[in-house]
């Protein structure tokens, strides 16, 4: 237990805030070290994202090979994406919190 009395306007004595200086630092090397690690994971690439919302609404993708954004087409918060599978190519429509709306094209 910390023999340490606690004054009584609830502030750090000099020790607890020497203890609180000596961590900052510690905390901050820790978070450098760690940051390489996390962007060394790659995001999943947007075909495969796409795919995924695909066959959950049914549609068959097997292997998705690439997803293009067509910006010209999009709007705000209506993202559409061409997916090319190996055995299909789909226009996707995403809207958030909605299902996708998907037209077949090949």
Avoid at 54 to 69: F, H, I
Avoid at 79 to 98: E, G, I, S
């Amino acid at each position: 237990m910390n023999s340490e009395p606690r004054p009584a306007n609830g502030l750090c004595t000099g020790t607890a805030r020497g203890r609180l200086r000596a961590a900052v630092p510690m905390a901050a090397t820790l978070a450098c070290l760690c940051a390489p690690a996390s962007l060394a994971q790659q995001p999943e690439a947007p075909a495969a994202i796409v795919a995924a919302q695909l066959r959950s609404q049914g549609y068959a993708c097997a292997d998705p090979v690439s997803a293009t954004r067509d910006v010209q087409a999009s709007r705000p918060n209506e993202t559409v994406w061409v997916l090319n599978c190996r055995n299909a190519t789909y226009r996707v429509l995403l809207v958030p919190d909605m299902a996708a709306q998907v037209t077949q094209l090949k």
